[in-house]
């Protein structure tokens, strides 16, 4: 088993609409990424599909991938590419269950958002995916976690 010290939380920075085709033609053709980006992608409507299995390397966060396991929910920005938390409370219950269920597995993970890697504007003038998806995954990850009470759907 690799050895996890991050579990790492994306969004796709796409419009809600994007299928998850779409997103992993994208890494292939036109970022020509070996690995997928994630390895798993949450639905609109809560569902997780794993993409990459755990034992794999996924192109999440450059220089930290060795070590770290993906999960991404489809959104995260308005309609100008500017973050935005626009998850469903489908979406925020399943990440939530996913994080619990795999820091139970990876007791030594720290659990992180990916904006939390990021190095400032490298100011070279070139709009870079790292600096375009700066804001990923659109939210305070731990606050988050702390806050967040999930739904009960048997509440009366
Ligand atoms: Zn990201």
Not at 15 to 35: D, F, G, H
Not at 82 to 108: I, W
Request: proline letters at 5%; charged letters at 25%.
């Amino acid at each position: 088993m690799r050895a996890i010290k991050y579990i790492v939380v994306h969004c796709t920075a796409t419009p809600t609409t994007a299928t998850i085709e779409s997103i992993k033609r994208y890494w292939k053709e036109v970022l020509k990424w070996k690995n997928p980006g994630y390895h798993y992608i949450i639905k609109r409507n809560g569902e997780i599909v794993c993409i990459n299995p755990e034992e794999n390397i996924s192109n999440g966060v450059g220089g930290h991938n060795r070590y770290s396991i993906h999960v991404s929910y489809i959104g995260g920005a308005d309609a100008h590419g500017k973050p935005l938390d626009n998850r469903t409370d489908e979406q925020k219950q399943a990440l939530f269950d996913k994080l619990v269920e795999l820091s139970k597995k990876y007791p030594e993970a720290t659990i992180l958002g990916h904006r939390d890697f990021s190095p400032d504007k490298n100011g070279n003038g070139i709009i870079e995916y790292f600096e375009w998806i700066k804001g990923c995954p659109s939210f305070d990850v731990r606050e988050w976690l702390d806050s967040y009470t999930p739904a009960l759907s048997n509440a009366a």
